[in-house]
């Protein structure tokens, strides 16, 4: 991204926004003051517990945490029941907009009568506290309808995004031990009814995972192959189940979701949320970042369920806090480039929380499309998944948000579970393409490479000083790499993989990944994932893979390949390893550009220096390559990568 930045330009809030504004400045200090005692009365004031809790944290076996100590909750309650004995029944919980244009709406009494017959299913699929059911649909009010019946039977789902491939799903349903599948018969993507269940069919193929029941959602219509004695139909189960549910309250630590992420391995990890303290920090976020007004606010948050942003600012925020929100089903550019502007027209939204990659493709399209809806409901804009350049962030203001909504740019991750870094915007001016602050209760630094603070200023690595409440609790199945991924690098310290830096005001900005994992789209991938995805074709001899920046999607997979000697150097080629990886592991792994060359640079301890392909990707001149063990092989790869 090339705009200059102008670190002091700030963007002042309305002063109606401030003074409405759910949090004041005062609060940076109460919290400071005493954490603990901090995250304790937001716990207490934002959850309905059954049981209070005692202790606040429990730090005594670090990097494991446990917060809330002894205190009991169900969170699927937070989300439904207390709404509606609170008199809020009728309260639109769910706008539902199809691609089709066809659309639902659920109050939270139907939601909760809803989640109620789901739960009573799954209790006769023998689903009990303790136990995983993994989730793979599309955007449909099911997705969520799932999970918080899982929620509500105190059984961890695992949603897997339905962009991800059968092998996917599968190695994902033997690592979390899934018993149950969740899905459909397909959904609609760019006015094609694209079809789902075939992957769940092929993951179960080899008969060695754990499953039990498929249980599948009907959308579209197309024909699906049941299989006798292992898949029902949700509208002959859930449909037909009792719409009464009696819930019972757990621990503050039972678990409530395993999703996974890439990593910078080959093997993507399950990260692990429980359930009181991760609850109260994205109420507490929903609160202070949101600004969130229960009887007034219509939120969209556009992520899909299958991201940690689905899981914390679809399903469980907006639905704890009681707010009514847009779910969408399909693309922004159908059937119109208009169709975002369309929705927030039709159902007044008040807050839009986006992803850069969005906004980015929006401004490609022209600002006349968003032009010709009346957007002067929104009255604040929200930003996650990567950093936002200052020339989006302005259009963002400007066009979208008519220079009178506040932008929150939140940093945080799947394994934070919650903002972390973040404006609080009725408090502080907002600058174009910084995240700014930690949110009170919060405490991070930048350090660098020793871990010494301040680092200089071109920044240093990101790091969290003290536990939070919605951290993960470790990584299914392997407490191992939960330490050493997160806290082998510096002590008692969780360490990010983010680089950022301090400008004058003390302000964060994010430099992107220090390490090798990617950001296409907001969506993490992993470089070793899809290398191991191209070296595991017959084709492909050697792989290597880089993010190269990118205008529309911030970073794009490129790939640098050795074939065998037997095979054709030619575009047909490349293309169908490009078609091999969105095979393997999903479209949006693709990469946008596959090179054959004849050698990868490497060191002579035979390392690859990706920085050197990530140059040669970015159309620089090559970078300092003296560590190479043979210095010609960059001249080979551009030249091969000018051909081509
Ligand atoms: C929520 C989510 C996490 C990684 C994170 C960072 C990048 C997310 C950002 C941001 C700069 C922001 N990231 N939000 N970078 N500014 N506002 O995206 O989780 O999918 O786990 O990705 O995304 O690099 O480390 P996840």
């Known amino acids: 991204m090339t705009d200059n930045t102008v670190e002091t330009e700030s963007f002042a809030p309305p002063e109606e926004f401030v003074a409405a504004a759910n949090v004041k400045a005062d609060e940076y200090d109460r919290a400071d003051a005493d954490y603990l005692s901090f995250w304790a009365e937001q716990s207490r004031d934002l959850v309905d517990w059954k049981e209070d809790f005692g202790e606040v944290l429990d730090w005594t076996n670090p990097p494991f945490a446990k917060w809330f100590i002894g205190g009991k909750l169900n969170v699927a309650y937070n989300c439904l029941d207390r709404h509606v004995l609170a008199g809020n029944g009728d309260r639109v919980a769910i706008n539902f907009e199809g691609e089709p244009g066809d659309s639902r709406s659920f ?112 959308r579209t219509g197309q024909d699906v192959e049941m299989v006798e004695g292992r898949d029902q139909w949700w509208h002959e189960t859930v449909d037909k189940a009792s719409p009464e549910h009696e819930c019972e309250f757990f621990d503050s630590e ?44 219509v939120f969209w948050c556009t992520a899909d369920v299958g991201w940690v942003t689905g899981h914390s600012y679809v399903t469980y925020g907006p639905l704890a806090a009681g707010v009514t929100q847009i779910v969408y089903e399909g693309t922004p550019d159908t059937p119109h480039q ?35 809806y009346d957007l002067s409901s929104l009255r604040l804009l929200g930003s996650v998944g990567e950093p936002i350049n200052p020339e989006a962030w302005r259009w963002y203001h400007r066009v979208v948000g008519g220079e009178r909504c506040p932008i929150v740019d939140t940093w945080w991750q799947t394994e934070t579970g919650a903002h972390m870094i ?66 082998s690098r510096f002590e008692n310290t969780y360490f990010a993989g983010d680089g950022a830096r301090r400008d004058e005001d003390g302000d964060i900005w994010f430099l992107g990944r220090v390490d090798d994992v990617m950001n296409v789209s907001g969506h ?30 911030g970073q794009a997979v490129v790939a640098f390949v050795i074939v065998g000697h037997d095979v054709e150097d030619s575009p047909e080629t490349s293309e169908l390893l490009r078609q091999h990886v969105g095979k393997d592991i999903g479209p949006i792994a693709k990469p946008k550009k596959v090179h054959i060359v004849s050698e990868l640079p490497k060191t002579r301890s035979g390392k690859i220096m990706r920085r050197l392909l990530k140059d040669v990707a970015e ?26």
Request: hydrophobic fraction near 40%.
């Open 338 to 372: 208009g169709r975002w502007w369309e929705i927030i027209e039709k159902y007044k939204a008040t807050i839009l929380y986006a992803a850069p990659t969005a906004i980015r493709t929006f401004m490609k399209w022209g600002e006349e499309i968003p032009a010709k």
């Open 422 to 487: 973040a404006p609080l915007p009725g408090v502080m001016s907002t600058k174009p393409g910084s995240s700014q602050r930690p949110i009170p209760g919060i405490s991070v630094d930048v350090v660098d490479d020793e871990g010494n603070s301040p680092a200089g200023p071109e920044g240093g690595l990101l790091v969290i000083r003290q536990p939070w409440p919605s951290m993960l609790r470790g990584i299914w199945n392997d407490p191992e790499r939960f330490k050493e991924t997160y806290w």
């Open 107 to 218: 109050t939270y009494a139907e939601l909760l009568a809803e989640v109620s017959k789901a739960a009573n299913t799954l209790t006769d699929l023998g689903i009990k506290a303790g136990d995983r059911v993994a989730i793979y649909l599309p955007m449909i009010p099911e997705a969520m309808i799932s999970m918080l019946a899982c929620a509500r039977l105190g059984a961890a789902h695992s949603v897997v995004f339905g962009g991800f491939s059968a092998d996917a799903l599968r190695s994902r349903i033997i690592d979390a031990d899934a018993r149950v599948v969740i899905t459909a018969d397909g959904s609609y993507r760019r006015t094609k009814a694209t079809s789902l269940k075939p992957a769940v069919d092929e993951a179960l193929s080899h008969g060695d995972t754990p499953v039990e029941t498929v249980l599948v959602v009907r």
């Open 524 to 553: 993490r991938l992993s470089t070793a994932e899809i290398e191991s995805s191209l070296v595991a074709h017959p084709y492909v001899a050697e792989a290597a893979v880089v993010g190269a920046a990118d205008d529309t999607s």
């Open 254 to 297: 039972n678990p409530l979701f395993v999703l996974y992420t890439s990593g910078t391995t080959g093997k993507p990890k399950g990260i692990l949320h429980t359930s009181g303290g991760y609850l109260t920090q994205v109420l507490y976020s929903m609160k202070a970042v949101f600004d969130i007004k229960p009887e007034s606010d």
């Open 619 to 644: 159309h620089r001149k090559v970078g300092d390559s003296s560590t190479l063990a043979d210095a010609s092989v960059m001249d080979q790869i551009e030249e091969s990568v000018a051909k081509s």
